[in-house]
């Protein structure tokens, strides 16, 4: 089954402990981006991916990093979390980047406290 | 950058009626637009994609429209049911080489029984 699998479903944890969200896909898409999804303000997204080894930021890019040594993994690093990172995040692919549909994984509910 | 607005926040309708969504944009006209449906806590779900050459586009009881002079998508379900209760996104592709999809805020949708 076409799938983008993100882990975990549910994170919690604390100010400055650096923590990795995974994300894969199995559908041989070049294009990777990682979303999160506040109250009021919609989807934002943080980085991207155009292919291997070829990342960029979005538009809320401050406090994360991210990473593509394979096609089919994207993960998010937060290196020192902050209580202000607290969000739904969302990895999604694409065949290309800006002519294709979005897939969409379950989500990353992440609380830091 | 571009913006986009959906008509309202939340919207209730009784099941078996038309629902309609709107989503407006500013800026540039893009070459196509899609529509997502985002259950809580989970992913966007792609929907229709619709391009700017076609007026309307079916899928079973959804419809969506496109008028670039307008700027705006209108987005319909027919017959709607408890089911379809959910929030909609509208999303527009990147304005140029690496820039992002925009999203919408979303319509929340409740069908009453």
């Known amino acids: 089954e076409a799938q983008v699998t993100q882990n975990p479903r549910y994170l919690i944890t604390v100010t400055g402990k650096k923590l990795t969200v995974t994300c894969s896909q199995n559908m041989n898409h070049e294009y990777m981006s990682w979303y999160r999804q506040d109250p009021g303000l919609g989807l934002r997204q943080i980085y991207y991916s155009m292919n291997v080894e070829v990342t960029d930021k979005g538009d809320v890019p401050e406090g994360y990093k991210v990473s593509r040594k394979e096609k089919r993994n994207f993960p998010l690093i937060l290196e020192s979390p902050s209580p202000n990172q607290t969000s739904l995040y969302f990895c999604?692919?694409?065949?290309?980047?800006?002519?294709?549909?979005?897939?969409f994984g379950s989500g990353t509910q992440l609380s830091v406290l | 950058s571009q913006k986009i607005e959906q008509n309202s926040e939340a919207l209730n309708i009784q099941e078996g009626k038309t629902a309609t969504l709107t989503c407006n944009y500013t800026n540039y006209s893009p070459a196509y637009l899609q529509w997502y449906r985002q259950d809580p806590g989970r992913g966007p779900v792609f929907l229709l994609l619709i391009r700017e050459n076609e007026k309307e586009k079916r899928k079973e009881r959804l419809k969506v429209t496109f008028d670039t002079t307008l700027k705006q998508s209108l987005f319909h379900i027919t017959a709607s049911q408890p089911a379809d209760s959910a929030t909609y996104l509208c999303a527009l592709p990147p304005g140029g080489y690496g820039q992002n999809f925009v999203f919408g805020p979303g319509t929340r949708l409740s069908v009453l029984p």
């Open positions: 999604a692919s694409s065949r290309r980047q800006g002519n294709e549909k979005l897939f």
